[in-house]
């Protein structure tokens, strides 16, 4: 089973479809450079145990409106967990890897591993446009209200950037890269000059990358079921055995790939 609207790293996704909805929302052509996707999670648990929803995170900063207040969230390198109980809503911001650099100034690293209040970055008028997605409840309002926050805050675009998201969407979509000087080659680019834009501009080293979209892969493979054939999937995601590439996932999840597959089921 998957999990259509926010794709790969979204733990146990079934589960998830049981919890909580999710839709995608694509932003105004003026964003688009900069911004992914718009994503809407609602949940009632009322009445019913709180449940944990664990994500294995993309490259990717995001700006969330929540309760109590609208936060920044850089790429976090270990394992996401949101505990959703009551009722109600969370509006989300998935920028493009390389797309919140211009919005800030500075190496996205930074935020690496961290939260920090929207408004450090955005000022107080956030605190306006987080009630207004706190009190809403109409998808297309909710998403209206964000994008003319942002693009009231539009900067320059940014060619490195550009080339940056680029790079990133290359790994995804070639399962076959399994090296930085692989990577750097077919981008054109040194290792070193590599390794410097993905400090500046996504905020988690290329190796990273490369792993986690591995990792991605895994987890998806792992949601099918518990009929598979770990070492050749090991070997499929370029792993030397099938014990590095448990030790990967586990260390990555919380548990091993075997354990994950029947935990799904």
Not at 146 to 167: K, N, Q
Not at 224 to 230: K, L, M
Request: a neutral charge; proline letters at 6%; glycine letters at 8%.
């Amino acid at each position: 089973m998957t999990f259509p609207d926010l794709g790969r790293g979204v733990l146990h996704p079934g589960q998830a479809q049981a919890v909580l909805s999710l839709s995608r929302h694509e932003p105004s052509l003026e964003l688009a450079r900069f911004v992914e996707f718009y994503w809407l999670v609602r949940w009632d648990r009322r009445g019913q145990r709180a449940h944990e929803q664990k994500v294995l995170a993309h490259p990717n900063v995001h700006l969330v409106f929540e309760d109590p207040g609208a936060h920044v969230y850089g790429v976090d390198r270990s394992l996401f967990v949101r505990r959703l109980e009551g009722a109600g809503h969370v509006l989300g911001v998935k920028f493009r890897p390389g797309g919140f650099r211009p919005f800030i100034g500075r190496p996205v690293t930074e935020l690496a591993d961290r939260v920090v209040p929207a408004a450090e970055m955005f000022g107080r008028d956030v605190h306006r446009i987080n009630e207004a997605v706190l009190h809403g409840s109409d998808d297309p309002a909710l998403t209206s209200h964000v994008e003319s926050f942002l693009l009231a805050r539009l900067p320059e675009p940014d060619p490195i950037a550009e080339e940056v998201a680029a790079m990133v969407e290359h790994v995804t979509a070639d399962s076959g890269l399994r090296r930085v000087d692989q990577l750097a080659e077919e981008c054109g680019v040194t290792v070193r000059r590599l390794q410097r834009l993905f400090y500046e501009y996504v905020g988690a080293s290329p190796k990273w990358v490369l792993r986690r979209a591995r990792l991605h892969e895994a987890a998806q493979r792992a949601d099918r079921g518990t009929n598979i054939d770990w070492a050749a999937l090991a070997a499929g995601l370029g792993y030397a055995d099938q014990a590095h590439f448990t030790r990967d996932f586990t260390a990555a999840v919380g548990t091993s790939p075997a354990r994950y597959a029947a935990n799904g089921l």
